[in-house]
């Protein structure tokens, strides 16, 4: 069937596109790289016709146009979902950005029952000869958005590449409503996580506990990459991929013959992820590749479909631990960082899973920027306002480069000095004295 006649009557430019918009709208600005660009420019540039409209989305990697011409957040009001490097900024520093704090794995849910969308654009690749749009590196909660939309744009960029499902990965042009065919920008690419000698020594603590055959979830950052770097070189084999985020890791894993997916319980063979960010080498591994499954945050995050893996392991990073093992992950203070993301719902799932672990992982100390000194992030108490990303029950494995502590079940006496016994030596013994102010230490502990 030829689709190209009813895909030309739908073909838009980008400023027709813009045009649409009226005050109080709700827009949705899709997904991380798949964040729209022409549409972007093209609204931007007609903000002064424009009172207050209302942005969603989530991990953006470049600042989007709307926020460069609406510097102070009078007119555009961005509610983020998770914080990229931008949305941080908007969110910190003007009224004009806020977060919507939710569980990742919640979202396509929450779209379908109590989201407006009065526009939804969405960059994909072009049509494929079905007359199918693919949702390229996002397909995330999309498929929820467009659902719930009064109108769909597909902005075309031809350098997108084609993620393969899974479900829940692509449109038809008959539920499209406007295309838009944009300069064909090259897709944003997100810098591979660095990572030093303290990341190599926490690696090397959570790779020893990884068995072969595992599943794995690796977060964003220095560390996880560290962790996906040494399982590269290890002699682990048939590991498996189940994750929310595709980050480079898994890329060097898969090229070194060690994500093969044989032993998983469900989807065997595939790497099943939400959503990809980062190298241009791994964009060109996922375009079209079998090996990967994309697939909604509403089954790549579900605690009970993550239990049905055995020997999962889920690694991710935090901000700062206190001594009753409670993750902070989203904020320090009042300083927004990044978001709920899907921290708990893998901390969860990895529990679930027979013989299954999560890692949360750290450096022991940070220097402050401000002062000059350094700190300790793991912490008596959390700075006022910062946000709880994990619960003091669900905390499972913690691990810094002095060592790996399991709080599962342990009391608080107990967390206290298997915690303490991660933080930086030169910290420990005022963090006993304020264990023992919070009476949550016994004389007969270690010191």
């Known amino acids: 069937m030829d689709y190209s006649k009813e895909y030309q009557e739908k073909l838009i430019s980008a400023k027709d596109a813009a045009a649409m918009v009226k005050d109080n709208m709700w827009i949705d600005y ?45 007119k555009v009001v961005w509610n983020s979902w998770h914080a990229g490097g931008p949305d941080r900024n908007r969110i910190n520093k003007t009224p004009g950005g806020f977060y919507n704090p939710l569980r990742y794995s919640e979202l396509p849910r929450w779209y379908r029952e109590n989201c407006k969308v009065d526009i939804a654009v969405i960059v994909t690749p072009p049509m494929d000869k079905h007359g199918n749009f693919n949702f390229g590196l996002s397909a995330s909660h999309l498929m929820a958005v467009i659902e719930v939309a009064d109108k769909v744009i597909i902005e075309v960029n031809e350098k997108m590449v084609t993620g393969l499902g899974g479900f829940e990965h692509e ?28 990341d190599k020594k926490v690696a090397e603590l959570i790779v020893e506990e990884i068995p072969n055959g595992a599943t794995l979830q690796l977060g964003i950052g220095g560390m996880p990459n560290a962790v996906g770097s040494l399982i590269a070189d290890s002699d682990l084999k048939d590991l498996g991929v189940h994750t929310e985020m595709y980050v480079d890791g898994f890329v060097e894993m898969a090229k070194r013959g060690k994500l093969s997916g044989a032993k998983k319980n469900i989807d065997r063979f595939r790497q099943v992820y939400g959503f990809a960010a980062g190298s241009k080498e791994m964009y060109d591994y996922i375009d079209g590749n079998s090996a990967c499954m994309a697939a909604p945050t509403s089954y790549t995050n579900d605690a009970r479909v993550i239990a049905q893996l055995d020997n999962f392991v889920s690694i991710n990073n935090a901000v700062n631990i206190d001594l009753f093992g409670q993750v902070s992950s989203e904020s320090s203070g009042l300083k927004h960082i990044s978001g709920a993301g899907g921290q708990l719902d893998f901390v969860l799932g990895a529990y679930l899973s027979k013989g299954g672990k999560s890692f949360i992982c750290l450096s022991s100390k940070f220097k402050n920027k401000k002062t000059g000194k350094e700190e300790s992030r793991i912490v008596p108490n959390f700075e006022p306002f910062s946000v709880i990303t994990a619960a003091r029950p669900n905390t499972h494995w913690i691990v810094t480069e002095y060592g ?18 991660l933080a930086a030596p030169e910290f420990r013994d005022d963090l006993i004295k304020e264990a023992e102010k919070m009476n ?6 270690k010191r």
Request: with cysteine; hydrophobic share 35%.
């Open 30 to 74: 899709a997904w991380s790289a798949n964040t729209p660009v022409a549409f972007d420019k093209a609204l931007a540039e007609r903000l002064d016709e424009l009172n207050e409209i209302y942005l969603r989305g989530g991990v953006i990697l470049w600042e989007p146009e709307v926020f460069k011409k609406d510097p102070k957040g009078e």
């Open 404 to 421: 790996k502590y399991n709080c599962k079940g342990q009391s608080t006496w107990q967390r206290a000095e298997g915690i303490i016994n």
């Open 171 to 198: 449109i038809n042009i008959k539920d499209v409503d406007y295309v838009i065919e944009g300069e064909n920008p090259e897709i944003a690419t997100l810098p591979k996580g660095s990572f030093g000698e303290v």
């Open 440 to 445: 949550i230490w016994r004389r007969t502990n």
